[in-house]
């Protein structure tokens, strides 16, 4: 069974940074896109960035210049830096991948619990 942990959220003042983990462990074989997410009360989910295995990544207009994703094939983990944190930024963000494991034919869309970010005014 494949699980996808989250990590590094918290409460932090605006302008602050924070850095957000997400490691999948399980019986993996690949995993291609992975993805940050967030969702605010009330709101839809929101796609925030995308990093593909070949480390091309692609941002929400909201976060360009503010928010880097990276990743650590070895380890499978995704990484999020966000720097320059607003009060709009506040959400759960939640992580995703596109995983193969060694018992299935193809892919599979998995996500994370959830991780909280506050940022205060």
């Known amino acids: 069974q494949v699980q996808l942990v989250e990590s590094g959220g918290g409460l932090v003042q605006a302008g602050g940074s924070l850095r957000l983990s997400c490691a999948a462990s399980?019986?993996?074989?690949?995993?291609?896109?992975m993805r940050w997410y967030r969702q605010s009360p009330g709101k839809q989910r929101d796609l925030v960035a995308t990093?593909?295995?070949?480390?091309?990544?692609n941002y929400a207009d909201s976060v360009k210049g503010r928010f880097t994703i990276s990743r650590d094939n070895a380890k499978n983990t995704v990484f999020l830096q966000m720097n320059s944190l607003k009060p709009e930024d506040t959400a759960v963000y939640y992580c995703?991948?596109?995983?193969?494991?060694?018992?299935?034919?193809?892919?599979?869309?998995?996500w994370g619990q959830g991780t909280q970010v506050t940022v205060s005014s």
């Open positions: 399980g019986w993996i074989f690949s995993i291609n896109a």
């Open positions: 990093i593909t295995s070949g480390h091309i990544t």
């Open positions: 995703n991948a596109d995983i193969k494991q060694f018992s299935t034919t193809r892919e599979y869309e998995y």
